[in-house]
């Protein structure tokens, strides 16, 4: 597509559920990212997928979370019995790059999923 | 271990004036880029500007500036002239994978 499309822009749920948040990138990108945005913070890493490459789970904060991409193109981040503090803006990016380099292709983001949890 | 200092949380200017943003990195790589993004209220962060590090020549984009100094590790970010459009979180990053904090610039008509 002609930009990186997030699913759902919005999310409530109760402490305690899973929840799947979707990205779907930019046609013929190669890198895709997971980011979290809390209240009044930067981005925080969450995970990275190059081509067909394992990814680079580094930034997942516990085993809740997991995220996989499929056919190298739409992925799924999945967040396991939530709790509060997950809540914040879950921001996926794409890239057109070599892994050798991880960002140096310059990131377009998709407009986030705002997850709340109760 | 990678780092981006953006040491201001909030500015506020007048429309028209002047404005930079700070940027002060750490990184052990020789070969690095830094970017700077907006995010205006809409959420969606928009990609600004990519400099590779082996290039300290500064740029200018319309009314946006980019000054980058390795000897400092500095990459600071200047808007001439702001306008209320400008108002947005601006969030410097760095290769691999880091971003500040960033820097919300209020621009008050």
């Known amino acids: 597509g002609a930009g990186v499309s997030q699913s759902p822009s919005n999310k409530v749920t109760e402490k305690g559920k899973d929840v799947e948040l979707r990205c779907d990138p930019i046609?013929?990108?190669?890198?895709l990212y997971w980011y979290r945005q809390s209240l009044g913070q930067g981005l925080e890493f969450l995970i990275y997928f190059q081509g067909n490459s394992a990814p680079d789970k580094s930034g997942l904060p516990s085993d809740r979370f997991s995220a996989e991409r499929t056919g190298g193109s739409v992925s799924t981040l999945t967040i396991q019995r939530t709790q509060q503090e997950d809540s914040a803006v879950y921001l996926c990016?794409?890239?057109?790059?070599?892994?050798?380099?991880?960002?140096?292709?310059?990131?377009?983001f998709g407009s986030g999923t705002r997850l709340t949890v109760v | 271990a990678q780092k981006v200092t953006q040491a201001q949380t909030e500015i506020s200017v007048v429309e028209k004036e002047d404005v930079t943003l700070d940027c002060v990195y750490e990184?052990?790589?020789?070969?690095?880029?830094l970017f700077w993004y907006k995010q205006p209220p809409s959420g969606e962060l928009v990609f600004l500007i990519r400099?590779?590090?082996?290039?300290?020549q500064n740029e200018i984009s319309g009314r946006y500036s980019w000054n980058f100094q390795k000897s400092t590790s500095s990459f600071n970010f200047t808007i001439t002239a702001s306008q209320v459009v400008d108002s947005a979180v601006y969030f410097c990053?760095?290769?691999?994978?880091?971003f500040g904090k960033g820097t919300r610039l209020s621009v008050i008509a």
């Open positions: 990053a760095l290769t691999p994978l880091v």
């Open positions: 046609s013929g990108h190669t890198a």
């Open positions: 990016a794409s890239s057109l790059e070599s892994r050798r380099q991880p960002g140096a292709g310059g990131y377009t």
């Open positions: 990184t052990r790589d020789t070969t690095y880029y």
């Open positions: 400099r590779n590090s082996f290039d300290e």
